[in-house]
């Protein structure tokens, strides 16, 4: 879906400018791509269904989960994926990436150290975390247009008598 793209766009886009000692910002990274460090590896790794407004789209809760990728030889190197790992916290922080479909900040935002596997034994990692409501599809006015109409304002809607066209108020 082109909402899951402009999301992700949006989050390296404010996740490299808001890092600046990040080198590679990537999301849903190729496995064999060559990576510069210190890196920010991300992307959606699971959804469910979230709550509908009813305006036809579909509400979705999405986790997200990044890596933090700092080579293990550089010095400090575990101090330095902390605080980066910190740095991307607080950037999270009321984060709406500026997109109408997003239905609020990232929840449960959380970092830990990682233990890297095999094939990245040569990093230092810290894996942050985050849940992020959203909405996908188009919005529906399931009612046919109407002429427009007058507006009229009442206290009492069993005396239609009692109502006044807003201009007389």
């Known amino acids: 879906m082109s909402e899951l793209t402009t999301l992700h766009d949006a989050i ?15 999301a849903f990274p190729e496995l064999d791509s060559k990576v510069r460090t210190p890196a920010l590896l991300y992307g959606l ?8 407004r009813g305006e036809g789209k579909t509400g979705l809760i999405g986790r997200f989960q990044s890596c933090i990728l700092i ?4 010095p400090k190197a575990s101090l330095q ?14 984060q709406w990436w500026g997109l109408d479909f997003i239905l609020g900040p990232p929840l449960e935002i959380h970092a830990q150290p990682e233990a890297p596997t095999k094939e990245l034994e040569q990093f230092v990692m810290w894996s942050v975390q985050w849940i992020q409501h959203f909405e996908l599809g188009e919005s529906e006015w399931p009612w046919p247009d109407e002429p427009p109409g007058s ?10 008598e009692d109502f006044v066209p807003s201009e007389d108020m």
């Open 71 to 74: 080579d293990a030889d550089r």
């Open 151 to 160: 507006l009229v304002l009442g206290f009492n809607d069993d005396l239609k």
């Open 45 to 52: 790794t699971d959804m469910t269904l979230g709550e509908d």
């Open 12 to 26: 390296s886009s404010t996740l490299t400018a808001a890092l600046p000692k990040v080198l590679h910002v990537e």
């Open 81 to 94: 994926a902390a605080i980066l790992a910190a740095q991307m916290t607080v950037a999270l922080k009321e």
